[in-house]
């Protein structure tokens, strides 16, 4: 067969391929077009979730007759500077939307410029367009999207259920919305409004907040922190959940790079090394994250669907989002989800009035990932203590303990720092109790947050009360919070010990790549415990490693951070190894479920709680305590 040149219809339809792939891709695709061309209200109509109809109306510049003709053909665009292709501050901007859709739909565009009185309009019925007519449009543009792929069946094969794909849209219009808090947005299908926001006026950061509130509900404001830091002419703004308040997907993560919704794995693996610390390693966040940087410093032009970015600097990006988020959790690191509060409080109503609970607090044993309890073997596999004796001593000194075989020693402080002037008794499981020194009065101080303790429950649960709620605390999850970020310190103050092995270890990689990037991040490693010299062109030779590793995998740990560094930049590896072992040990050495606490105990392990970053959660992302308020007690009994 002979080479020849396509016809404009042909190509058209092959760039819908890329461009158009759904409903969804249409919406967007318009929608961007009438974020750029200014407009301050969009509505969307849908019939059959979009498969049958769509028309999207917007206020914004219109075109006169001459830009309308133009705008239909092929890489015809008003958003791009051919001098500078990087500098990229619209959304549609490839030029190939509208005659892409036209190509494989019926397909109908009015517009009337702002400086006409006049509004034109033409039709495109499967690539074959019509002469331009004019009619009649009050303002902006309107564009009318029928039987789509009616002239490509063969992929309306691959379209989902009405239903899938008109939570596509929903989903996409939430984003879009989102980062445009300035523009109203209304989602009508079958004559149902779906979404409906109006513009806000304001504070920049006052009516973000409130679009926010409106897409995300006042649950996730309730239950999440502020984010805001600018570095290097970079900045990121917007809402991340804490910790106790997650979901069991990331579907529910809003990341936008210059107000444009993307994927990206960059900042996917940066929410997840954020968040590694305090959430079980089968839950996610949820965010709404705004991400401004220089055009010129990232590529959008990566894929036809614009969702993926390459970053001129990934890791300055990386950083700052870890970083930010970090810093924002940090702040608000002793604050508990309400969200189980609410739960706690619809437990006790009466199941034939119990209202559905949301999945944001949901039930069961696994909700937090962990369950209450952890399984005997993952115990057993875990514990390190009879690998590593020496290991004892620097953590019963982290905890400030004198007896390494009594891991709630370091629980009892000296006499003067507040806990009571006699030391509680090591009573153990089965001694006898602590002796109680009588009643406390309560509110002696407004500076308690988890208050003042009362009482314990089964010998697990501390029960104390603030002015306007009661609190139950998990005291076996909360010490072990404690011991966590003390051990923490601990080894940010010293650095890990190393061991030298006996014979170094050389480790060869598959590719010199590999081997360099080891090499390069030597220093990096050294201060987690490894000492690494590059050996020949493709090997690694290891010469010590972490004491708190015990018996490892060399090899595997090596190749695990080769591929970790050449992905993130990040020695995620070595320190989630790290990370686990010394949860595991925190968790030893806790005080345990089932131990009775004297009430100085009880009120000395809240105290912490309140000066401990992220004590909030335990270190498998489970709660440390919940809170009830007072007024929803009450609302209980008819109070209210």
Not at 84 to 107: T, V, Y
Not at 254 to 260: C, D
Not at 336 to 349: E, H
Request: glycine share 6%; net charge negative.
């Amino acid at each position: 067969m002979n080479i020849k040149i396509l016809s404009n219809n042909t190509i058209n339809k092959i760039s819908a391929g890329e461009v158009i792939e759904r409903p969804a891709s249409v919406v967007k695709e318009l929608v961007e077009n009438s974020i750029d061309a200014g407009a301050t209200k969009i509505d969307i109509i849908l019939e059959q979730a979009g498969k049958n109809l769509i028309i999207i109306t917007d206020n914004g510049n219109g075109m006169p007759k001459e830009d309308l003709e133009l705008a239909i053909q092929r890489h015809a665009t008003s958003k791009l500077d051919e001098d500078d292709l990087l500098n990229i501050h619209s959304f549609g901007f490839r030029g190939e939307a509208l005659p892409s859709i036209g190509a494989i739909s019926k397909f109908k565009i009015t517009s009337k410029s702002r400086d006409s009185e006049v509004a034109y309009s033409l039709s495109i019925h499967g690539g074959i367009q019509e002469k331009t007519s004019q009619a009649l449009l009050n303002e902006g543009t309107s564009i009318e999207v029928r039987d789509l792929f009616f002239a490509t069946p063969a992929r309306l094969k691959f379209l989902r259920t009405d239903k899938t794909e008109l939570m596509a849209i929903v989903a996409l219009v939430k984003k879009i919305a989102l980062s445009h808090p300035h523009i109203s947005f209304t989602l009508t299908h079958e004559g149902k409004d779906l979404i409906k926001v109006r513009k806000k006026e304001g504070e920049f950061a006052d009516i973000l907040k409130a679009r926010i509130t409106e897409i995300m509900g006042e649950e996730f404001i309730e239950n999440s922190a502020y984010v805001n830091l600018i570095r290097d002419d970079v900045e990121l703004y917007g809402y991340t959940s804490i910790p106790t308040y997650n979901r069991a997907s990331a579907e529910e993560q809003f990341l936008f790079i210059n107000n444009r919704p993307v994927k990206d794995k960059i900042l996917n693996i940066a929410m997840k090394v954020a968040y590694q610390d305090f959430l079980a390693r089968d839950r996610h966040a949820i965010s709404a994250l705004f991400l401004k940087v220089d055009p010129h410093l990232v590529d959008v032009n990566v894929h036809p669907a614009k969702t993926e970015v390459r970053f001129h600097d990934p890791n300055l990006v990386r950083a700052i989002f870890i970083s930010a988020i970090k810093s924002a959790l940090k702040t608000d690191g002793q604050r508990v989800s309400s969200a189980l509060g609410t739960a706690a409080i619809n437990y006790m109503i009466p199941e034939n009035t119990k209202p559905h609970l949301s999945e944001s607090f949901g039930g069961g044993a696994g909700r937090f990932g962990m369950g209450g309890v952890r399984h005997p073997e993952e115990v057993r596999r875990t514990d390190v203590r009879t690998q590593n004796p020496s290991l004892r001593a620097s953590i019963s000194e982290a905890w400030g303990s004198h007896d390494a075989r009594d891991p709630h020693v370091g629980l009892r402080p000296p006499r003067d720092d507040g806990y009571g002037s006699q030391p509680p008794r090591d009573d153990g499981y089965g001694s006898q109790p602590p002796q109680d020194d009588g009643f406390t009065p309560l509110f002696q101080s407004d500076n308690h947050p988890l208050g003042l303790a009362l009482t314990q429950l089964h010998n697990s649960y501390i029960v104390s009360q603030t002015p306007d709620s009661v609190i139950i605390t998990d005291q076996h999850a909360a010490h072990e919070r404690l011991g966590y970020e003390k051990i923490k310190d601990q080894m940010k103050q010293n650095g890990l010990i190393r061991q030298r092995l006996l014979i170094p270890e050389i480790v060869e990689l598959s590719t010199p790549e590999k081997a360099e990037i080891i090499a390069d991040n030597k220093l990096s490693l050294l201060g987690l415990g490894l000492s690494v010299e590059k050996f020949g062109e493709n090997s690694i030779i290891v010469s010590e490693v972490p004491s708190l590793l015990g018996e490892i995998d060399i090899i595997k740990l090596i190749n695990d951070l080769a591929d970790h560094l050449l992905d993130m930049g990040e020695n995620v590896a070595l320190s989630e190894i790290i990370e686990h072992i010394t949860e595991t040990y925190a968790c030893h050495y806790a005080i345990r479920a089932g131990r009775k606490l004297a009430i100085q105990e009880m009120n000395a392990l809240l105290r912490q709680m309140e000066c401990t970053d992220f004590s909030a959660q335990c270190n498998h992302g489970r709660p440390t305590y919940v809170k009830l308020q007072l007024k929803d007690i009450e609302k209980l009994f008819g109070r209210r």
